[in-house]
């Protein structure tokens, strides 16, 4: 059976990193959201062939003014369900915007969605959170299939991020989980009520490890203020006497620096946009430096050739990169959802 190019359209599109995963799956991004005009600035300068929908604001979509899509992605904020974050949920207005998704869903009825959030989602408000983003997609016709899944274990990115991923298909409600489930346990595999839902498969962990942070290192992207070597700075001295080890990230927290000793990055967030000592650090010949911006999405697993526009601040693209997904492990999701669909064409 001959694949079929299955169309995406995008909420909450960020700098297009799940598109990217969705492309390289070989889906066509359809079109794609974003409220943010910096976000937008690097989104058009890496996929200028997708047009942004014509309202900004989610809230003002609908099916008169977007098209119809074969699966619905969105990286929702995650700020109201965040540690990093205040955690307020619901109550925060970017909370509500999950509802957004949810009427979308009904309006323009598209086979899959795929959404992404911090994997604290799952416990905040003592996991009624959590239930509510269940039952919601419950009463709207969706399965719901929730998984966290950890960058190191299954791709070859060596970050520490673990994030939720919920999977979810059109008229198969009953297919649904109360709780994040670990590899393909419990699935009905086969089922003549929910073909979509007990075909799709939680993506195993690889056995290779990841790759060495410092693979991922461009020292041409570095400027001298990247650099921790100001003896009269007392933050740059705590810091010079911690970093000794070139093979590991180092992180300030507070007035003490912490080595990763896993060998892998520590996650990168959107609070690195908020200053400096936010961003991993790494020794580079005789003095630490911080991680540039282009390193930190290269640790996101964008490709070599990703743009980051010169008109957009080093400090927006931090927390651009803080805010994104891992491509390389959003891919192998998207990789499944299209066998999926593939697989049940016609039923």
């Known amino acids: 059976m001959e694949n079929r190019n299955f169309t995406v359209g995008s909420l909450f599109a960020g700098v297009g990193g799940i598109c990217q995963a969705f492309k390289n799956a070989g889906c066509s991004i359809l079109w794609a959201n974003e409220i943010d005009p910096d976000c937008r600035t690097t989104y058009k300068s890496n996929h200028p062939e997708v047009p942004f929908t014509e309202k900004n604001d989610v809230s003002d979509l609908n099916k008169c003014n ?28 970017r909370g509500h915007l999950f509802f957004e998704i949810t009427r979308l869903l009904v309006d323009l009825r598209p086979t899959a969605y795929f959404l992404e959030n911090v994997k604290s989602l799952v416990t905040h408000n003592k996991g009624e959170t959590f239930q509510t983003v269940r039952k919601e997609l419950y009463k709207k016709g969706y399965s ?3 998984f966290v899944l950890k960058t190191s ?27 994040p489930i670990e590899e393909n346990s419990g699935f009905q595999n086969g089922s003549s009520w929910a073909p979509l839902s007990s075909g799709f498969e939680i993506p195993p962990k690889l056995d290779s490890a990841p790759r060495s942070v410092r693979s991922f290192l461009e020292p041409a992207t570095v400027i001298a203020h990247d650099y921790y070597d100001n003896p009269k700075n007392e933050i740059h001295r705590r810091v010079q006497d911690a970093v000794k080890d070139p093979e590991i990230v180092y992180q300030y927290r507070r007035w003490f620096v912490r080595e990763n000793k896993s060998n892998v990055c520590p996650t990168l967030t959107a609070n690195m946009g ?23 999405f290269n640790l996101q697993g964008f490709p070599s050739g990703f743009k980051l526009p010169s008109e957009v601040s080093r400090t927006s693209l931090y927390r651009q990169c803080g805010n994104s997904v891992v491509v ?16 049940n064409r016609g039923r």
């Open 153 to 179: 274990e299954y791709s070859d990115i060596p970050q520490g991020r673990e994030r939720l991923y919920i999977v979810g298909f059109r008229d198969e409600k009953r297919f649904s989980y109360d709780y």
């Open 144 to 146: 719901f299939i929730p």
């Open 66 to 93: 977007v098209n119809p899509v074969d699966v619905l992605t969105a990286g929702f904020p995650c700020q109201p369900f965040s540690h990093a974050g205040r955690a307020l949920g619901f109550e925060d207005e």
């Open 274 to 296: 908020l200053g400096g000592h936010n961003v991993p650090i790494v020794l580079n010949g005789k003095y630490p430096r911080r991680l540039t911006p282009k390193e930190c």
């Open 328 to 343: 390389p492990v959003v891919e192998r999701i998207a990789r499944e959802i299209v066998r999926v669909l593939n697989e």
